[in-house]
């Protein structure tokens, strides 16, 4: 089944490639028909591949990164961004009292053979190909033996028996881009332990979460864990932002990217969450809006070339200030729920970017330190968005910023094209540490 998946979005990943186009086209069969084309292209790629490499098919890790090719060409402008500083307002509801001030963004990586958490040969069933890179050529995994120590706190141990008591008859949703999506990969493998479990349910339609005819995936992902009646769902959602198709008549349309207005799929069903961990910030770059036809809007209206808001930067900020305050009011009515802001992933392309021969080859974990000593988060814009919220920051960027080894970078078979990923991670991987900090503060 997650095999199926995963062949259609290889598939899907070389149309995009050929297109640039994402994931809304998946929504629309008629522009999927269009690509008819590219499909049997795609199709004779994958023989070509398949003869190559002499392999099974099945084994082949071959297509490359994925439905997320194009996500490696974010700008990393980010980051930097936008001035301003933030205080951080943690108030953490932690268990313990000794943590209820601590900063988990602050501390140490530290060696760890209880790490990693899971094996990456083990979780078929959740996690996907070109993410396991036990399944590639990668020949060291030194960079999986690490744990996350912040200074002053104590660290819950996370286990999946404990993930998933603590959310006994709860919703875990994860809404974002592909990173997001990594997120609630290692979530599904550390609840799971890894392990083959065929007691976990499908419950995506619950959420509509089902493939469209004609469409070539859902737009997300519900398991139910029976036995603790705990979900954990994955949403995709690249900008967190409501898209509405501009011309519904011709089959490529354009779309209407509203920064003030929350994705519909979070309006829909915000109620039914517990803890929400919410992302963005490669695809604020133009080659994905001019490859994926979203036009800028806010308050309803078109925002012009020359307004302010049409730097992608301050969009983004826009859009982050404008979710913040939406689910700020959100939790005013439901107190209970838990919503996180998780700041952006970090890259490590260098000396070029990922698709001009950038590459992340360094093997040696933490080689630039292994401390994060600052209080502030590098992510301002992030941080910024959270101040004066009930929405709290789950900062990952300076810790992830250490890794840079722990990237897929050049052992995928994507790599012979030189092209390396130094976005996505290998899975067991930096991911897991977020869900643990995630876990920390739920
Ligand atoms: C499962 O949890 C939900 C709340 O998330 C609750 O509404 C439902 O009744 C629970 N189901 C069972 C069988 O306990
Ligand atoms: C979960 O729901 C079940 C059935 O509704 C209930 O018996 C149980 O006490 C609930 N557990 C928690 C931790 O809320
Ligand atoms: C902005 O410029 C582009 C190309 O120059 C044009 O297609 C588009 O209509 C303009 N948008 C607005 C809102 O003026
Ligand atoms: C970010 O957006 C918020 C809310 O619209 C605004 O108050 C703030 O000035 C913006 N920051 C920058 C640097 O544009
Ligand atoms: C990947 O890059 C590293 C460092 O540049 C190099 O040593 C290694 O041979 C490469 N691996 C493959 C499979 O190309
Ligand atoms: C290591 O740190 C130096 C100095 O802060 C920085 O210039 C460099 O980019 C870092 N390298 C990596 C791989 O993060």
Redo the contacts with the bound molecule.
Sequence with gaps: MEWIDEQQMKTKAMINEASSDEDDTARHPLRTCSYLVFLVSAFISILKSYIVSKRKLLKVPGFLQQQEQEHLGDDGASLAGLPGPASRSHTHKSRGKANKDCNYAKGKWVADDKRPLYSGNECKQWLSKMWACRMM?RADFSYENYRWQPHGCEMPEFTGPNFLERMQNQTLAFVGDSLGRQQFQSMMCIATGGKYSPEVEDVGWKYGLVKAPGALRPDGWAYRFPATNTTILFYWSATLSELEPLNTEHAVTSYALHLDRPVTFLKKYVNSFDVLVLNTGHHWNRGKFNGNHWQLYADGKPVGNGSRLADLNRAKNLTLHSIARWMDSELARHPQMKVFLRTISPRHFVNGDWNTGG?C?NTVPLSNGSEVLQDHSIDIPAESAVKGTQVKLLDITAISKLRDEGHI???SFK?FTGINDCLHWCLPGIPDMWNELLFAQI
Excluded: K, L, V
């Design positions: 050529r590459t080859g970078s050049n052992s790599a």
